[in-house]
């Protein structure tokens, strides 16, 4: 997993670089509070598209991050989804609580 | 039911996470006999994830046990058995339901078994308290291309 922190946005981005499952999900999950508590962000993203392989184990790691995210007043999100795990993420109804977004760095540049 | 099995293998190891990528790796690389396509083959990595992830977590939560997985290759399906000897399941029914778990501490979704059951054909879940869990799981392989008749 990179981690990037752009400060002026207060955006914490997670890009995940390995398959999401419950052994890599118990070390993400450990990493990323440690970051969330650090920089306090207003959004946290994380960022799907070098994921090649995801379990139930990502849904965890979500509705996870997405209480330690609330707790310091952010938000979360996702991007670069693709079919594969979009539909493991809709069975399970996650994507009611936290969105899809396109894709923060692109829209930096361009806007 | 007496199909006919053109491949069988079977694997044991021990109950640790990082078995879980070799696991579905095996699998998946056992599977491509039958030449399925990739979203069949991510099906199938899933499930085997989720079943072995079970094992793993809910099986033997305090010590390390053996997870058995056996794959067989049918004419046009793969028929996958993962097994434990832990601590076994007391209510399947409740076990299934979507959302439902006894490791939310863990931050499990409780989503395997509907993940099992929307990826493959069939699911069986077999459980003794005490005893020990048996997932069989199938799935049909469409065939796509006309396989060329190899003599082994």
């Known amino acids: 997993m990179n981690v990037k922190h752009f400060i002026e946005d207060k955006v914490l981005l997670f890009e995940f670089t390995e398959e999401l499952d419950h052994h890599i999900a118990e070390k993400i999950r450990k990493r990323s509070d440690y970051e969330i508590q650090r920089f306090m962000p207003k959004r946290v993203i994380m960022d799907f598209k070098k994921v090649n392989f995801m379990d139930s184990a990502g849904i965890g790691l979500i509705i996870g991050r997405y209480k330690s995210t609330n707790c310091y007043g952010g938000t979360l999100e996702l991007m670069n989804v693709n079919n594969k795990i979009k539909r493991i993420f809709e069975m399970s109804g996650v994507l009611k609580i936290v969105p899809i977004t396109s894709d923060f760095r692109e829209a930096k540049q361009t806007g | ?152």
């Open chain 2, 1 to 152: 039911m007496n199909k006919n099995i053109k491949n069988e293998m079977k694997i044991e190891f021990s109950s640790k996470s990082a078995n879980e990528a070799f696991a579905r790796i095996s699998v998946a690389a056992f599977a491509s006999q039958l030449d399925p396509t990739i979203e069949e083959i991510a099906d199938i990595k899933t499930s085997v994830s989720e079943a072995v992830t079970n094992s793993i977590i809910h099986a033997y939560p305090n010590k390390d046990g053996i997870v058995k997985l056996r794959a067989r290759l049918l004419e046009d399906e793969i028929e996958i058995e993962v097994s434990d000897t832990g601590e076994g399941i007391e209510n399947i029914e409740e076990a299934k339901v979507p959302l439902f778990t006894t490791k939310g501490n863990l931050e499990r979704s409780g989503m395997g078994f509907t993940i099992m059951e929307n990826f493959m054909d069939e699911l069986k879940v077999e459980s003794i308290v005490g005893l020990g869990t048996k997932v069989t799981m199938n799935k049909k392989i469409k065939k796509t291309k006309e396989l060329e008749k190899n003599t082994y």
